[in-house]
């Protein structure tokens, strides 16, 4: 990986002082910005592109770019500790905005039970491990809510993850439940999942995906949230990848059991060794070549293939990854046609990052500097990737 120190420190403090705060864990500075390496050439903007897209196309064969962690770009919660996180748990780098605006269509969003302090109640937060965000559950949903309203040709496809169990938080389940079912939701969220369900069918709502199974806190709840068999995939436990396991999970509609898929599912998160980025280097592309064979075929098969994994636990692992990993995956978007399904990643919206705070302020931080993720011209080339499903 080329790490390029292209900022000076009086240009690093002026850009502090002007486009962040000590609640900004992240600079990011347009004036630092390298050309994209592939640029958005299509007729309709980024931000519409699934209009693009045939109504009875199914959502299985698209490519669909995400991220993974959505929201950790947008600052941390608790006072004191939000200064610590900044050095382990960033790992995007845009907001959500910016990401819905650049074409990612696949969230990974985690709610914990927190407390709002003002109101003094209980309330979903999201967060990263133990690290609360700024950002409540509802919220996010206001959020995409939103943004379908003003582009009804579009959907998302959020993964909800309980990074602390439900077992330790006795009022998740109450509080997701509640804000499920608030009025100002009907509709949005699709609640009949099928296997080969359409983008026609799928257009201005939310598909939620569960990394567990909900029902054993409450059977009689419909639950608007398809069910992913999603193992662990932790190089610290089986440092080789098992292809077959990640060929041999499945989707189910919490509803009726009986809708179910098959999922293809690679999440190689630690590429902590030299062995281990190679692996995972590896893993991505076989899944990639083998979504493509699966997309081109009959079987209605839903793959999700993370670019996402860290070198160390801080920004900089998950940025040095991201800078190792997304150029082979451009390269091979370049090489082969072919829709390759969903592929959240790390650091995304931007091409070059100017400067990350891996830290709490500009006198305590380690500064990290000039990195070349290639995100943006790896989530043109994932969208690009969908042509043969075009009008």
Not at 10 to 34: A, H, M, N, R
Not at 95 to 116: A, H, K, W
Not at 151 to 177: A, C
Request: contains cysteine; hydrophobic residues 35%.
């Amino acid at each position: 990986m080329a790490v390029f120190n292209s900022c000076s420190k009086e240009d690093l403090e002026k850009v502090y002082d002007e486009k962040t705060s000590l609640d900004s864990p992240f600079i990011f500075s347009e004036g630092y910005q390298d050309s994209i390496l592939v640029a958005y050439d299509l007729p309709t903007p980024a931000t519409d592109w699934l209009s693009m897209v045939r109504d009875e196309t199914k959502v299985c064969k698209l490519t669909i770019p995400g991220t993974h962690d959505t929201m950790t770009g947008m600052g941390f919660y608790q006072p004191v500790l939000k200064y610590i996180f900044n050095t382990t748990a960033i790992s995007q780098v845009s907001t959500l905005e910016e990401q819905m605006n650049s074409g990612l269509r696949f969230f990974d969003i985690r709610p914990v039970v927190s407390t709002d302090t003002i109101a003094k109640k209980k309330i979903l937060r999201l967060t990263h491990g133990i690290s609360e965000l700024d950002i409540t559950f509802e919220w996010t949903i206001d959020q995409l809510q939103s943004y379908l309203k003003a582009h009804p040709s579009e959907f998302f496809i959020v993964k909800l993850q309980f990074d602390n169990g439900f077992e330790d938080q006795k009022d998740l389940y109450t509080l997701l439940s509640n804000v499920l079912h608030m009025s100002k939701y009907q509709g949005l969220f699709v609640d009949n999942w099928r296997p080969d369900i359409t983008v026609g069918e799928m257009r201005s709502k939310i598909l939620w995906l569960s990394r567990y199974d909900l029902r054993p806190f409450n059977a009689a709840f419909h639950y608007p949230i398809v069910y992913c068999d999603w193992p662990d995939e932790d190089p610290d436990i089986e440092e080789d990848i098992n292809p077959e396991a990640q060929r041999n999970c499945s989707m189910y509609n919490m509803t009726d059991t009986t809708l179910t898929a098959k999922l293809y599912k690679q999440d190689y998160y630690k590429t902590t060794t030299e062995k281990r980025m190679r692996n995972k280097q590896k893993t991505v592309i076989d899944m990639m070549h083998t979504a493509r064979e699966a997309t081109a075929g009959d079987e209605d098969i839903w793959i999700v293939n993370h670019c996402s994994a860290y070198t160390e636990v801080s920004p900089r692992g998950y940025i040095t990854n991201a800078s190792n990993l997304h150029p082979l995956v451009i390269d091979d978007l370049q090489m082969y046609e072919g829709t390759v399904g969903i592929i959240p990643m790390d650091m995304a919206c931007h091409d070059y990052v100017h400067c990350i705070i891996n830290g709490g302020t500009p006198y305590t931080s380690d500064y990290l500097y000039g990195f070349h993720p290639m995100s943006l011209s790896l989530t043109n080339l994932l969208i690009k990737s969908n042509k043969s499903h075009f009008k």
